[in-house]
């Protein structure tokens, strides 16, 4: 019960809701999370990579039971711990449901909550996944040589030229539409 009211999945900007030019880092996750041990990922990439976009299509296969049959019948949570007094009770409660997979939106407003961290971490009852900017990665995760030892690390680039014009085909009729306005291809 403590663990929703720290839930939620953003809502999606339409470059979010597909994860087109990303299928590779798609299967990387879902291959990393059914892993029985270490099976935390870190999706490292500038802002607006396409991180949300990876982590929606994920919580999508999951929910329909279309990721990997270790995965079927977990619960993709976006966590947003805002409130510091509540980060012990939150992880161990995911911790004890056993069935968690918890997205965090980076570790630097938790580094003074590492000793908690770590544990919850190196748990083999929760699976995490970690959204960090380029720079964060390398001011906050990539100098913590124990915090690394527990992560899967999978680059998310820039979207290449080619998939950009393809995502903006394919969200472009769903903004007309939306905003009442003609796009010209």
Do not use: C
Not at 18 to 44: D, F, H, Y
Not at 134 to 147: G, M, S
Request: charged share 20%; glycine share 4%.
């Amino acid at each position: 019960p403590l663990v929703d009211q720290f839930t939620y999945f953003p809502k999606a900007s339409a470059w979010d809701e597909l994860p087109l030019g990303r299928e590779e880092q798609v299967e990387q996750v879902i291959t990393t999370l059914a892993r029985g041990k270490q099976s935390n990922v870190l999706l490292v990439g500038p802002p607006g990579s396409g991180q949300l976009a990876i982590v929606r299509e994920i919580e999508r296969r999951v929910r329909h039971q279309q990721a990997h049959p270790t995965l079927n019948h977990e619960r993709m949570l976006y966590v947003h711990l805002s409130q510091r007094t509540e980060v012990a009770q939150v992880l161990r409660e995911m911790e004890r449901a056993g069935n968690i997979i918890a997205v965090f939106d980076g570790l630097s407003s938790l580094s003074t909550e590492i000793d908690l961290l770590l544990p919850f971490l190196g748990s083999a009852n929760v699976r995490v996944v970690v959204l960090a900017a380029t720079d964060e990665y390398h001011r906050f995760i990539a100098k913590n040589d124990e915090l690394m030892q527990l992560f899967e690390v999978v680059a998310v680039p820039p979207l290449s030229e080619e998939n950009t014009l393809r995502l903006l085909a394919a969200i472009a009729p769903r903004l007309a539409q939306k905003k009442g306005v003609f796009l010209q291809y």
